[in-house]
């Protein structure tokens, strides 16, 4: 899937968004739980880089945790990111916030950020390389020493745990009633559209990205979550 298929899939997604994402709370809330102590040392006034955070959940709830951090948004979808946007105004943090529709090599100077978010991004970029180029365009943005927060499917995929986890993903999403043929169909569409790798393999994507080596603080079911630091400018 290239860049306009993905982001047409999106702007189509995004109305009933965070309906689809209802079974999948409290995963996102245990991440996003755990984020803020991560970040919990930087500045007061401290500026955060979202990228492709679609209708905006890990900004929200960063947004509620500490009142005078400014955010911006970057996200390819246009209807997303309206939604993002609705979000923010309605929760009343709207004006501590960019909003920028593109990806982030469009993004206007407005660094050096004190940390970056990319939650479920990195995945839909099938070569290893290009995903390695992704993170060090995230890498360039932030300060010395700045955090890099990621989270993505991963796993070791035609493993036996593979198998096992995937029988109970499908499970949890189907809730019962599950089709004989739904976990072959999960299967075959990630096969296609999403670079599910190993944590081992995720992590040298990151560091190759221009960081030091990633922190895992998180999993539940395929999504594993890191945290790592920008490693000094002549590295990136």
């Not at 982030?104 to 978010?117: S, V």
């Not at 991963?154 to 036996?160: E, L, P, T």
């Not at 745990?161 to 999403?173: C, F, I, P, Q, S």
Request: one cysteine or more; glycine letters at 6%; aromatic letters at 12%.
């Amino acid at each position: 899937m290239n860049q306009d298929e993905l982001k047409a899939v999106f702007d189509k997604q995004a109305s009933g968004y965070e309906q689809q994402q209802k079974k999948l709370a409290p995963v996102h809330e245990g991440l996003y739980f755990q984020l803020e102590w991560i970040l919990a040392d930087l500045p007061k006034f401290a500026k955060i880089l979202c990228v492709g955070l679609g209708a905006g959940s890990e900004m929200s709830y960063l947004a509620s945790k500490f009142p005078n951090w400014r955010f911006t948004a970057v996200e390819p979808s246009g209807a997303m990111l309206n939604e993002c946007r609705h979000r923010a105004e309605v929760e009343g943090f709207a004006s501590r916030c960019a909003f920028h529709e593109g990806y982030l090599e469009t993004l206007p100077d407005a660094g050096p950020f004190d940390a970056a978010t990319s939650f479920m991004v990195s995945q839909f970029l099938l070569d290893c390389e290009t995903r390695s180029k992704f993170f060090l365009a995230i890498a360039k943005r932030l300060r010395d020493n700045g955090i890099l927060v990621s989270a993505d499917l991963s796993a070791d995929v035609g493993s036996v745990e593979y198998e096992a986890l995937l029988k109970a993903w499908v499970t949890m999403l189907h809730t019962a009633d599950v089709p004989a043929e739904a976990i072959q169909r999960t299967h075959t569409a990630w096969e296609k559209d999403v670079a599910i790798l190993p944590p081992s393999a995720v992590k040298d994507i990151i560091r190759n990205g221009g960081f030091e080596s990633p922190i895992q603080f998180y999993q539940a079911g395929f999504v594993h979550a890191w945290f790592s630091r920008r490693v000094g400018p002549n590295a990136v």
